[in-house]
């Protein structure tokens, strides 16, 4: 049984930071490329930043430069460092675990969390 639970969502102000964690268990971690997805009110999930299990990275053209996504294969934890956060920015973040040929599509991804809302305010 594999579960992902994130955290570290809330409110923020515009240009502000925050860090959203992902903990994993029931799969082998430290072999997984994993990767955060938004869901805006009324918008088509979409990505947001993909770590492998080599510790590559890869980020959506919208938040390169802000976010920086890490990973503690010890913890079983990704991390999404989120800065200089804007309006745009407000979703409901999920981490997945990548299963398929893509890291840019949701269905390539055959785990995920619950989500944790993230809220910008202008």
């Known amino acids: 049984q594999v579960l992902l639970v994130e955290s570290g969502g809330g409110l923020v102000q515009a240009g502000g930071s925050l860090r959203l964690s992902c903990v994993a268990a029931?799969?082998?971690?430290?072999?997984?490329?994993m990767g955060w997805f938004r869901q805006a009110a009324g918008k088509e999930r979409e990505f947001v930043s993909t770590?492998?299990?080599?510790?590559?990275?890869v980020y959506a053209d919208s938040v390169k430069g802000r976010f920086t996504i890490s990973r503690d294969n010890a913890k079983n934890t990704i991390y999404l460092q989120m800065n200089s956060l804007k309006p745009e920015d407000t979703a409901v973040y999920y981490c997945?675990?990548?299963?398929?040929?893509?890291?840019?599509?949701?269905?390539?991804?055959?785990?995920w969390g619950q989500g944790t809302q993230v809220t910008v305010s202008s």
């Open positions: 770590i492998t299990w080599r510790g590559t990275t």
């Open positions: 997945a675990s990548f299963t398929g040929d893509s890291y840019y599509l949701t269905n390539a991804y055959g785990f």
């Open positions: 029931g799969l082998t971690f430290s072999t997984k490329s």
